[in-house]
């Protein structure tokens, strides 16, 4: 039988392998980390009604979180969350009123214990919200520079607790990993803390300064979620 030249076998039919469907990771667990940015104390120094300035130093802080979320009504996430940074933020009061009195402080970390609330902007990117208690640990000193009243004064390693309110973006780049970006303020309000010393002229002497005490401070780190799952 011949084959017309117009006529061509039958197409055999081509088959595409189907795409993989997208990964959808599980926020479910708990989750260790590691953090470092930059922060921000503000102190203002009042002795009785004398204000006696204010000053905002910065520095590098460094430390890591560690918290368990729970992951419900598949876009909304509920979790606690404990984090602890180290710091060596310094900075010097210098009082505006000719008294030349100086206030060297040094903070030496600061930790916070918070609740956060969450939305999945994306399967794999978190929008949050957090807020709970705070806690910061620093050293308060007193100098007198004066050529008669030349004096020093303490108040030690003072440890404060007040409270945290932030927000952060973690995006999840792979199952049980993620970086984020979070900003932070935490308010200490105005304790009276007590200096002790001792002057020239005056020998030991005494003092209670009011001082409001807040910090600012923008993280950036990565968590290792190391009991959750793709699912």
């Given at each position: 039988?011949?084959?017309?030249?117009?006529?061509?076998?039958?197409?055999?039919?081509?088959?595409?392998?189907?795409?993989?469907?997208?990964?959808?990771?599980?926020?479910?667990?708990?989750?260790?980390?590691?953090?470092?940015?930059?922060?921000?104390?503000?102190?203002?120094?009042?002795?009785d009604a004398e204000d006696e300035g204010s000053m905002s130093p910065a520095d590098v802080v460094g430390g890591g979180p560690i918290g368990c979320d729970y992951q419900f009504a598949s876009n909304w996430?509920?979790?606690?969350?404990?984090?602890?940074?180290?710091?060596?933020?310094?900075?010097?009061?210098?009082?505006?009123?000719?008294?030349?009195?100086?206030?060297?402080?040094?903070?030496?970390?600061?930790?916070?214990?918070?609740?956060?609330?969450?939305?999945?902007?994306?399967?794999?990117?978190?929008?949050?919200?957090?807020?709970?208690?705070?806690?910061?640990?620093?050293?308060?000193?007193?100098?007198?520079?004066?050529?008669?009243?030349?004096?020093?004064?303490?108040?030690?390693?003072?440890?404060?607790?007040?409270?945290?309110?932030?927000?952060?973006?973690?995006?999840?780049?792979?199952?049980?990993?993620?970086?984020?970006?979070?900003?932070?303020?935490?308010?200490?309000?105005?304790?009276?803390?007590?200096?002790?010393?001792?002057?020239?002229?005056?020998?030991?002497?005494?003092?209670?300064?009011?001082?409001?005490?807040?910090?600012?401070?923008?993280?950036?780190?990565?968590?290792?979620?190391?009991?959750?799952?793709?699912?």
């Open positions: 039988m011949r084959i017309s030249p117009l006529s061509t076998p039958s197409a055999r039919p081509v088959y595409k392998a189907a795409a993989a469907p997208a990964p959808v990771y599980s926020w479910t667990g708990c989750y260790i980390g590691a953090n470092v940015g930059g922060a921000f104390s503000h102190e203002h120094f009042q002795f996430l509920v979790g606690i969350q404990g984090m602890f940074d180290g710091t060596g933020i310094k900075g010097t009061d210098i009082d505006p009123n000719g008294d030349d009195d100086t206030y060297p402080t040094t903070l030496h970390w600061f930790g916070t214990a918070t609740g956060r609330l969450g939305y999945l902007v994306t399967p794999s990117v978190l929008l949050y919200g957090k807020g709970g208690a705070a806690w910061v640990n620093g050293k308060f000193d007193f100098v007198n520079n004066g050529f008669l009243t030349s004096a020093q004064a303490s108040a030690g390693n003072v440890t404060r607790t007040g409270w945290d309110a932030g927000a952060g973006l973690e995006w999840m780049f792979i199952p049980n990993w993620s970086v984020w970006i979070e900003y932070n303020h935490m308010g200490f309000g105005t304790t009276s803390t007590s200096f002790s010393g001792s002057s020239v002229i005056g020998g030991p002497f005494t003092f209670d300064e009011q001082i409001k005490q807040s910090i600012d401070e923008v993280l950036v780190g990565v968590n290792w979620r190391f009991n959750s799952a793709m699912r």
